[in-house]
């Protein structure tokens, strides 16, 4: 075999993990490799006197006439293994290199161990757990700096995790009660760069802007608090092992942080809550561990957990057992925010703005053409000299569906300088403007309301004798009173579980929505971006499955079901610039059992990809253009009877069988 010949057959591969201008396989997948390519490789070794024994990786060089046999000796027992020798043989000069690293302190390791195997590997959907925990943990940022062993450390301690038995732990520091001697709990508290989970959450429904007084119970080594009071925010924490000084005092929002799944007597989880809830003024954020069966049965059982090689304790929880715990042992609502993170309000009033905000629309209203009349002349000049307050106004009028109180409008005394009330600038204003917007505000509101208030009774939340002053206003502006507005968001509830009413208004919706999919008398299936354009019965049908799964940050894609009572949200890798997208989770909601069961597609499945991806998108998004004629294009490929594709594997055959490939979103032929 000749330089060419062997650069072709590789190039011809498309097996194995591909890192620069090499290809790397693991020798269980040689089977799949071109026979006269296994055959040289064998070759090779046999005549260089290398024993199998002596290497299980094979890199192939894409560019040159070169291969390395390189040896993980605990490839499949290390999640991350390390190089311990490695021949490297040039075939065009006739030499070969050896090299050690049996002594070397910072080897080589390998990341990302299910592309160096085939998928019908019984390890693959185990490698394939690994690397997402890895993704997830946001370790793979920089991939020049995590190749070698101390690197890679270093890279797991920044993020704030520790690497145990081959798997990642973010741990946090413990309540210190009647210590079991057993168990090692000041081994728990590790440093992180950036805010911890819990934390961003706060930060993103807004709680972080320095309105608010902060306590982190179990607040470990600090790293949160050190980055709260970097920006201004009154913050103070206390720690049984690194700050058992610091007095425990209210605070607006107390977090208690994967603090409850590292402490092993379930009484003192109880307590540890208990006394952190008592600290709460408005909000109590609790967070634990969350994690499967197949990955718990790799430690050793210990109480209601596991112990790690640390000899810390780790008591993992389901997203359901989690919000019982909380809510068994508070009396109060649980609100799930993301897997293993929820909010209970002590506050009653700021948890009724928090889920009514949760489904409160944000428009984006076009810019706004003023269209003076003749008989409106005097107003036309002092709207003319003060234009952006009377935008201003009009915006908020917009923002609230009705006619702002003095209290909410913060130029209230100039606006009645200038016209006399509120009430008669918007008059003047409403005749200003086109595409009657205020009433579309007004019914978006009005229907805001309605899917709040619904949810609400969904959640069998106790009814409040006193609402926020906000919502005491809406609720007279569009309703006459609370029992009219509880009636009615009890009716809008009641609905969903007529299969009549679902089919009908997704029926409704495919005619409204900018994108999305209809499965005749099955399904409807759109981009999560679309929520708010839905009927308000299928948003209140959406937002019961959101209120027992938690927030939607990592799904793309939502299938509401006619006849099942249930809703699915799935999440794709690389969605946006990939022209196939590989479904990674898939989170079913039975709304009449309200339980949730996940599905990663790892375990036993090949993952799926996304086909005719444009269908649910439109042109404001990433490679619109590009994707619709990539779905065009593939399908002249597809067999007619599979219009919602075929499996992976399936349709690398048949782009073999007509010697093309895929490359980004165009497609080529094979040389």
Request: charged share 25%; with cysteine; aromatic share 12%.
């Amino acid at each position: 075999m000749d330089a060419v010949q062997f650069n072709q057959l590789i190039k011809s591969v498309k097996l194995g993990k591909l890192v620069g201008n090499a290809r790397y396989l693991h020798n269980s997948a040689f089977h799949l490799l071109p026979t006269e390519l296994k055959d040289f490789i064998y070759l090779i070794a046999n005549a260089l006197k290398i024993p199998e024994s002596d290497w299980n990786i094979i890199k192939l060089s894409t560019q040159q006439f070169r291969l390395s046999y390189l040896n993980y000796p605990e490839f499949y027992t290390d999640s991350y293994p390390a190089l311990r020798n490695s021949i490297t043989v040039d075939l065009e000069y006739k030499t070969q290199k050896i090299a050690n690293y049996s002594d070397t302190e910072n080897v080589p390791i390998l990341h990302r161990k299910e592309l160096f195997i085939s998928t019908d590997d019984e390890y693959y959907a185990e490698f394939v757990s690994i690397t997402k925990e890895g993704e997830a943990a946001g370790l793979y940022e920089n991939s020049r700096i995590i190749g070698f062993k101390q690197s890679w450390l270093r890279v797991i301690h920044e993020h704030g995790y520790e690497l145990l038995d081959g798997r990642l732990f973010r741990l946090s520091a413990v309540i210190n009660k009647g210590n079991d001697n057993k168990i090692d709990r000041h081994k728990t508290a590790i440093q992180r760069q950036g805010l911890s989970t819990p934390m961003k959450t706060l930060a993103k429904h807004n709680y972080l802007k320095g309105d608010y007084t902060v306590f982190d119970y179990g607040c470990g080594l600090g790293d949160d608090l050190k980055e709260l009071e970097a920006h201004g925010i009154d913050a103070a924490g206390w720690d049984p092992n690194h700050r058992p000084e610091v007095e425990r005092f209210p605070c607006d929002l107390v977090n208690i942080g994967f603090v409850i799944n590292v402490i092993e007597d379930r009484e003192e989880r109880i307590e540890a809550v208990h006394l952190a809830y008592e600290l709460a003024q408005k909000l109590l954020v609790v967070s634990a561990m969350i994690a499967g069966e197949a990955h718990i049965q790799k430690f050793t059982p210990y109480k209601d957990g596991v112990i790690t090689s640390l000899n810390t304790f780790q008591k993992y929880y389901s997203q359901s057992e989690l919000q019982a715990f909380i809510e068994n042992t508070l009396d109060e609502n649980a609100i799930a925010v993301g897997p293993g993170i929820f909010f209970v309000f002590k506050d009653k009033l700021e948890e009724q703005l928090f889920l009514a905000d949760r489904q409160k629309r944000h428009h984006n209203w076009k810019q706004i053409t003023v269209r003076p009349t003749s008989s409106k002349e005097k107003f036309e000049l002092v709207y003319i000299e003060h234009e952006q307050l009377f935008k201003d106004f009009w915006q908020t009028c917009l923002a609230l569906g009705r006619i702002p109180a003095n209290d909410e409008f913060t130029d209230s005394e100039k606006i009645k300088e200038l016209v006399g009330s509120h009430h008669k600038t918007f008059t003047q204003l409403d005749q200003f403007y086109e595409d009657n917007q205020f009433a579309l505000a007004e019914q978006y509101r009005k229907e805001d309301l309605l899917v709040y208030f619904a949810l609400s009774l969904f959640d069998k939340r106790k009814p409040y004798t006193q609402l926020p002053d906000q919502l005491q206003r809406d609720v007279k502006a569009f309703f006459g009173n609370y029992n009219n507005a509880i009636e009615i968001a009890r009716e809008l509830l009641f609905s969903v579980s007529s299969t009549e009413h679902i089919i009908e208004n997704c029926l409704a919706a495919q005619q409204q929505l900018p994108a999305c999919v209809l499965q005749e008398n099955h399904s409807l299936m759109l981009h999560k971006d679309f929520i708010d354009l839905l009927p308000a019965i299928l948003r209140v049908y959406l937002g019961c499955g959101v209120q027992l799964y938690g927030e939607l940050d990592d799904i793309q894609l939502i299938k509401i079901h006619f006849h099942s009572g249930k809703v699915s949200f799935m999440g794709y890798e690389d969605f946006d610039d990939s022209p196939l997208p590989l479904l990674k989770e898939r989170i079913k909601v039975k709304l009449a059992q309200q339980s949730v069961d996940y599905f990663d597609y790892v375990d036993e499945y090949t993952p799926q990809p996304l086909y005719f991806k444009s269908h649910y998108i439109t042109e404001e998004y990433p490679n619109y253009k590009k994707q619709m004629s990539f779905d065009k294009k593939i399908a002249l490929f597809l067999p007619s009877n599979h219009r919602y594709g075929v499996k992976l594997d399936t349709l690398k055959n048949i782009l073999d069988s007509n010697q093309m490939e895929i490359k980004g979103f165009r497609f080529y032929a094979k040389k």
